[in-house]
């Protein structure tokens, strides 16, 4: 049997809703059709994709694997037919949660200015690499180390960190705090898309509880709820200001990288434009980004 597009699109829509019923919905097709495409798929390649064993359906560590390729395939080709639609299309650039920091809107006026042609759109993915592996985006916004191969990184500029606390917390109203002052609150810790781990704590003095999110809006929820605190770059405070979150400098807490990331290959012809834009706007550093201990939040409008 010949493996289809129709075959990736299904195992993705399974993937995406661990369900066949929501996933027959989505495509607009019978729970049975869905089932044996499905299971057309798994002959085809010769591995299980999905745990059909327990209550609810759950990928194999084959399907996980399999997950991501299968989405850079489909996205492939719905590419493939929009280039041969239109001469040219927008460059999307990923970002997990902060972008560019206080710097997105100049980035994104200047390429505006100087590339009018080709469309600069932003997308915010929750996600390590901000969809960029699954090919949902051309570039990306990263921060922390990278470790996926097969990405290009180009270093722009690193961050310090600040804490993130309910503004009614006794904490907030100080000029700066360090990693020890938190190990009395609870830490929000996102695995999906964050870069903070208990791994900042020596192993003797961590947070003695913590509590695991997945984006960045369950993030601010969490913390403005007072259920939990925060450790984010100092750019989240531009990108997510909140009237119920104090963003206050962490003085001994190890500087955040700032990278733009693209995959290896053939990639989109004006990726090269955008690293020197990004290295022009995002590379110079702030003395609010880079100094610690002397960090504020940038003003809303800027």
């Not at 090919?135 to 960190?161: K, M, S, W, Y």
Request: proline share 9%.
């Amino acid at each position: 049997m010949s493996i289809e597009l129709r075959h990736f699109r299904c195992f993705l829509a399974v993937a995406d809703t661990l369900s066949v019923t929501r996933a027959a919905e989505r495509l607009h097709l019978s729970q049975p059709a869905v089932s044996r495409t499905l299971r057309q798929l798994e002959q085809g390649l010769g591995v299980l994709l999905v745990d059909r064993s327990t209550h609810h359906l759950e990928l194999t560590a084959e399907g996980h694997a399999f997950r991501d390729r299968a989405a850079a395939a489909v996205t492939a080709f719905d590419r493939a037919l929009d280039e041969a639609r239109h001469t040219t299309r927008p460059l999307l650039l990923g970002h997990p949660w902060a972008a560019a920091g206080a710097d997105t809107t100049a980035l994104l006026r200047r390429w505006a200015e100087t590339h009018p042609r080709t469309p600069l759109v932003l997308r915010r993915i929750d996600d390590r690499t901000a969809g960029l592996t699954r090919g949902d985006v051309d570039a990306a916004l990263l921060r922390g180390e990278i470790r996926t191969p097969g990405l290009n990184t180009e270093h722009l500029r690193t961050e310090t960190r600040v804490a993130a606390l309910p503004t009614d917390d006794p904490l907030a109203r100080r000029p700066a705090l360090t990693l020890a002052d938190l190990c009395e609150r609870t830490l929000a810790i996102n695995p999906v898309s964050g870069i903070t781990t208990l791994d900042l704590w020596p192993a003797d003095a961590r947070p003695r509880a913590t509590v695991t999110i997945t984006n960045t809006d369950d993030w601010l929820a969490v913390i403005t709820a007072g259920s939990a605190v925060g450790v984010t770059a100092c750019a989240t405070a531009g990108m997510h200001p909140h009237p119920g979150v104090a963003y206050v400098p962490l003085t001994d807490a190890p500087p955040v990288p700032v990278s733009l990331t693209w995959r290896q290959g053939p990639s989109h012809p004006d990726i090269p434009a955008l690293v020197t834009l990004a290295r022009e706007i995002i590379g110079t550093p702030h003395p609010q980004t880079n100094a610690p201990g002397s960090w504020a939040a940038p003003s809303p409008d800027r």
